[in-house]
Nanobody
């Protein structure tokens, strides 16, 4: 059982930056593909970014390419999402997820095994 705890959300003005973190309890953290998803009120949960177990390969949604960067530290069992040039449409609850899946499948939320509770990001215009 992997427990995931997100942090780093908050209120920021458009154009600003936030760095989200996700801490994992499992010592086999380095085996998992890690993903970030987001869910706005009344909308479906959507893929944001993912990183391979080794950290060498990344996958991003088109809507965040060039603005967001995902990274991980396997020694500390953490994954981060650096979000720059934030827009009001980035407002959502952001959740991290862990799965024993190939990165090519990382956009499919149904394939992830474990989810955090989420951290709220609000971007004001």
């Amino acid at each position: 059982q992997v427990q995931l705890v997100e942090s780093g959300g908050g209120l920021v003005q458009a154009g600003g930056s936030l760095r989200l973190s996700c801490a994992a309890s499992e010592r086999t953290f380095s085996s998992y593909t890690m993903g970030w998803f987001r869910q706005a009120p009344g909308k479906e949960r959507e893929f944001v970014a993912a990183i391979s177990s080794s950290g060498n390969i990344r996958n991003y949604a088109d809507s965040v390419k060039g603005r967001f960067t995902i990274s991980r530290d396997n020694a500390k069992n953490t994954v981060h999402l650096q979000m720059n040039s934030l827009k009001p449409e980035d407002t959502a609850d952001y959740l991290c997820a862990a799965g024993l899946i190939p990165l090519v499948s990382s956009g499919l939320r149904a394939l992830y095994d474990y989810w955090g509770q989420g951290t709220q990001v609000t971007v004001s215009s």
